[in-house]
């Protein structure tokens, strides 16, 4: 059973481009949770998902961060005109109806 | 908000020690998770601890959740080079009603050989 999957593993974009990350969560779990980790911080919530619908995105910035989860396909974030401050692994999570949260290996964004 | 302070911060220790991570707060979680990640990877799941005062074990690796449900340890026996990662305590939060974590900052063990 394959685990989550993120790609691209790393990503350089720069300032004002958009970047978009994606997670396919692992087989028959429906919940998927978008991570970022700064350096020296931990890592910190940004959103939750089900398959068509956005259940919390109490950690998302207001301002050019957005993520999906379609019907079919791969969760989606999605970060337009970047700045550096976006420079950060993100990391997904997709989980069953459990307490319990596995993550794939994250996306290095590097803004330059 | 409900934070998970960890200490210590870093801890390097000779193989054969013994250690204790500590994970505490001053809130309630529903349940509680340690991770262990390595550089360049994502946090990969050790155990989940859900009932106060549960204890769980994993080879020389002992998890346990507080009676209160505020805390909890990761007890190390006989540290092998191999341990050697950051580790992370998550707990779901019982305010809010998401299912997100929130995380510790994390405790980077390193194991000399």
């Known amino acids: 059973n394959a685990g989550v999957m993120q790609n691209p593993r790393h990503l350089v974009r720069r300032r004002g481009q958009e970047a978009r990350l994606r997670c396919s969560p692992m087989?028959?779990?429906?919940?998927v949770y978008w991570y970022r980790q700064l350096p020296e911080e931990g890592l910190k919530f940004m959103v939750y998902?089900?398959?068509?619908?956005?259940?919390?995105e109490s950690g998302m910035p207001k301002e050019r961060f957005s993520a999906e989860f379609p019907k079919e396909g791969p969760s989606i974030l999605r970060i337009q005109q970047v700045v550096r401050g976006d420079s950060a692994a993100y990391f997904c999570?997709?989980?069953?109806?459990?307490?319990?949260?596995?993550f794939g290996p994250g996306t290095r964004l590097t803004v330059t | 908000t409900q934070l998970l302070e960890q200490s210590p911060q870093f801890l390097s220790i000779q193989e054969g020690e013994n250690l204790t991570v500590y994970c505490n707060s001053s809130s309630v979680f529903s349940s509680l998770q340690w991770y262990r990640q390595e550089p360049g990877e994502g946090p990969v799941l050790l155990v989940t601890v859900v009932t106060g005062g549960e204890v769980k074990k994993l080879k020389r690796l002992t998890f346990q959740f507080g009676d209160a449900r505020k805390d909890s340890s990761l007890h190390i026996t006989a540290a092998q080079p191999g341990d050697t990662g950051l580790y992370l305590c998550?707990?779901?939060?019982?305010?809010?009603?998401?299912?997100?974590?929130?995380f510790g900052k994390g405790t980077k063990l390193t194991v000399n050989p």
């Open positions: 998902l089900q398959k068509e619908n956005i259940i919390d």
């Open positions: 999570a997709s989980s069953p109806q459990t307490y319990e949260q596995y």
């Open positions: 998550a707990g779901h939060p019982t305010q809010g009603g998401s299912e997100k974590l929130v």
């Open positions: 087989k028959g779990h429906s919940h």
